[in-house]
């Protein structure tokens, strides 16, 4: 089990939280709270606040990057093997609508093939707090294995 995946069970969602951030800080910009983090899957909550906001009052795209990267991320280390390595490459969006509330985010890596090494696109979804979808991502990460 992954080092992260083992201090989310350990800690519990809270806590874990904290820890990312204080490892990875610029995370912390964007207040995530995780609400799921197993193999193939992260979720993480981002709350509404005027520090993340664009000029049309809406979520700033960045912090939508953001909130995508850090699931996509978590959810990597969780999935790929013990002894694998990984780092994201580059990321593709597609903003779909304004996002006006909180925003959930959420990454599903169910068709990966986390045993193979090289680049893996990994598609993350981020919805309002109506279901709305509002962004897409898929974020290249690249896979080593020892």
């Known amino acids: 089990m992954s080092q992260l995946l083992n201090l989310y069970k350990s800690a519990g969602a809270d806590q874990f939280t904290a820890a990312v951030c204080q490892f990875a800080p610029y995370f912390s910009t964007i207040s995530p709270q995780f609400t799921d983090l197993q193999p193939n899957r992260a979720e ?7 520090e993340i906001t664009n000029h049309l009052g809406t979520v700033h795209a960045i912090a939508l990057c953001n909130a995508a990267e850090l699931v996509a991320g978590t959810m990597t280390d969780a999935s790929i093997p013990a002894g694998a390595r990984w780092i994201p490459k580059g990321m593709t969006v597609q903003y779909l609508a304004k996002a006006k509330t909180d925003v959930r985010a959420v ?3 169910s068709q990966v093939a986390w045993t193979q090494p090289g680049d893996h696109e990994v598609p993350v979804d981020i919805f309002d707090t109506q279901g ?15």
């Not at 993480?44 to 005027?50: D, H, K, M, S």
């Open 132 to 146: 709305t979808k509002v962004f897409h991502a898929r974020i290249t990460m690249n896979i080593k294995i020892d």
């Open 107 to 109: 990454a599903d890596g």
């Open 44 to 50: 993480a909550t981002v709350p509404f606040r005027r």
